[in-house]
T-cell receptor, first 114, second 112 residues
Framework: GDSVTQMEGPVTLSEEAFLTINCTYT??????LFWYVQYPGEGLQLLLK?????DKGSNKGFEATYRKETTSFHLEKGSVQVSDSAVYFC?????????????FGKGTHLIIQP | DVKVTQSSRYLVKRTGEKVFLECVQD?????MFWYRQDPGLGLRLIYF???????EKGDIPEGYSVSREKKERFSLILESASTNQTSMYLC???????????FGSGTRLTVV
């Protein structure tokens, strides 16, 4: 079945550092890919998405490119802030159009130090 | 602002109790989902529904049931709560297709 693999962390960076969180996936067909963010004590919020190969999703300075050849969707940000501290989840929606639920990675806990 | 509302942020229940977790969305979404979130295991799909009165099992349905009598409401039921059901429960909804989901804030359930 479908699966998502991401680094679990915690990942600790200094403010203004460059961020990469790796995400690779296994799926049949052509899934859609997502990054969600969970701040402490809250539910998940959609950060960005990409629905086909070579698409780039972006939001709030974060970017991720759908790479079919490497089955990857790595999250990047050029200069992180303390407020970016959160848990980040990579997810995919299968070729069934998402009615059967997203498949999530285990989440990466990001800690940004001032 | 569109949203998914879960009725309780925190719940403490006793072993053997019947527990209802309620979720309401105001976006007219067809699809609704229940996940549980546990450290080291990420999010796991319990049940989902793509229409009123329809339900499908997810990856870990054992010990749970669901009810969807109205489009906007999706309830998760623990028939006889056990300590291994202590977890964070997240409800989500979406339109059909690949548009991403809207999540509620979660219910942290503790079974003692």
């Amino acid at each position: 079945g479908d699966s998502v693999t991401q680094m679990e962390g915690p990942v600790t960076l200094s403010e203004e550092a460059f961020l990469t969180i790796n995400c690779t996936y296994t799926a049949t067909g052509y899934p859609s890919l997502f990054w969600y963010v969970q701040y402490p004590g809250e539910g998940l919020q959609l950060l960005l998405k990409a629905t086909k190969a070579d698409d780039k999703g972006s939001n709030k300075g974060f970017e991720a490119t759908y790479r079919k050849e490497t089955t990857s969707f790595h999250l990047e940000k050029g200069s992180v802030q303390v407020s970016d501290s959160a848990v980040y989840f990579c997810a995919l929606s299968g070729s069934g159009g998402g009615a059967d639920g997203l498949t999530f990675g285990k989440g990466t806990h990001l800690i940004i130090q001032p | 602002d569109v949203k998914v509302t879960q009725s309780s942020r925190y719940l403490v229940k006793r072993t053997g109790e019947k527990v209802f977790l309620e979720c309401v969305q105001d976006m007219d979404h067809e699809n609704m989902f229940w996940y549980r979130q546990d450290p080291g295991l990420g999010l796991r799909l319990i049940y989902f529904s793509y229409d009123v009165k329809m339900k499908e099992k997810g990856d870990i349905p054992e010990g749970y049931s669901v009810s969807r009598e109205k489009k906007e409401r999706f309830s998760l039921i623990l028939e006889s709560a056990s300590t291994n059901q202590t977890s964070m429960y997240l409800c989500a909804s979406s339109f059909p297709g690949r548009n991403g989901y809207t999540f509620g804030s979660g219910t942290r359930l503790t079974v003692v």
